[in-house]
């Protein structure tokens, strides 16, 4: 029984630490894509 607990503790853990890193690529990904929005309407405006 207690081996069971231990490895329903490391479950959901392990799960945790999976959606703190969805999210940090999701975050990530906002930034770069933010980036290059910007990166774009520079090179926008400098060719008009």
């Known amino acids: 029984m ?3 607990m231990v ?5 959901l ?4 630490g999976m959606a703190n890193n969805h ?3 999701r ?3 906002h930034e770069q894509l ?3 929005r910007q990166r ?3 090179l926008q405006t400098r060719n008009s």
Not at 7 to 11: C, D, R
Request: proline share 0%; glycine share 8%.
């Open 2 to 4: 207690k081996r069971v």
């Open 7 to 11: 490895s329903l503790a490391l479950l």
């Open 13 to 16: 853990v392990s799960g945790g």
């Open 23 to 25: 999210t940090e690529n």
């Open 27 to 29: 975050q990530f990904i």
């Open 34 to 36: 933010q980036l290059d």
């Open 40 to 42: 774009f309407q520079s």
